[in-house]
């Protein structure tokens, strides 16, 4: 077997969601978040984006979406009247903003 015939890449399980990017058009700007998890499910309240702290006033939707062996919680939440996407990567444990939405 000829071993410069593998690639790393090309196995599902190595999918890296970190360097790709969660949301091609989106922001995918890390961000610290403080939330609690009760009963399975994750309850952000506050996140910091360049310097600022933002409290989650309501969360409207949340949902799942698997990358290879990524599991990704997806949260639409709204902060002092503007709605925001942010996003928690169950393999990494990185938190980031996806979008502003407007």
Known sequence: MNQNSFNPKARWDRFE????????????ERIEVLAYFKNSRIYPKTFLWNGKEYNIETMTYNWQESFGQALINYFSVISSGQLYQISFNNSTFRWQIDKIIQ
Not at 17 to 28: C, I, N, V
């Open 17 to 28: 969601p970190q360097a790709q990017g969660f949301s091609p058009d989106g922001l995918a």
